[in-house]
């Protein structure tokens, strides 16, 4: 009856593009690299919806080659696979997630992304975690060349009230 599912994500980080982690716009000289928004930390949890469904993964849904997805806002792009969820039989019982970027430091944002995914997941903030981390100077994240995401998200049944 339960459903578990992970996704993760990562995107190059290039100047002259909006930082949009979990619908939040972070002042930063460097945004994502990508078709949408780039927002590693919302497409980590929508293919971890997917992944829960058995549904396969956002590029199958959402393909880089249709430009209807050019610089979609990715909370609608979760919006439609928790639409899909729904469809299904299921809600979000609760989602976990990680979000890795060297600077600027996330920690203050943690609210509103979690404000603004459980709100797109249909579920209460406390259902949704987010923990912000770095790359300690290590790999692509340390380095400031990107960032990464990874997210588990569990589904139950749909409650009948
Ligand atoms: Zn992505």
Do not use: Y
């Not at 139950?156 to 009230?161: A, D, N, Y």
Request: proline share 3%; hydrophobic share 40%; net charge negative.
């Amino acid at each position: 009856m339960f459903r578990i599912g992970i996704g993760n994500d990562i995107h190059r980080l290039v100047a002259g593009r909006p930082l949009v982690l979990g619908g939040v716009h972070i002042e930063s000289d460097r945004g994502s690299e990508g078709h949408s928004d780039g927002d590693a930390l919302t497409h980590a949890l929508a293919d971890a919806v997917l992944g829960a469904l058995c549904e396969g993964d956002l590029g199958v849904h959402f393909p880089d080659s249709d430009p209807q997805w050019k610089d979609a806002d990715s909370m609608q792009l979760l919006a439609r696979v928790v639409w899909l969820a729904h469809e299904r039989g299921f809600e979000i019982g609760n989602a976990d997630a990680m979000v890795m970027l060297e600077r600027p430091k996330l920690r203050e944002h943690v609210d509103a992304m979690r404000e603004n995914l459980a709100q797109t997941l249909n579920v209460d903030t406390t259902q949704v975690s987010v923990k912000a981390k770095t790359g300690e100077g290590l790999d692509a994240v340390g380095r400031g060349d990107a960032v990464s995401a990874q997210a588990i998200v569990l589904l139950q049944p749909k409650s009948t009230e």
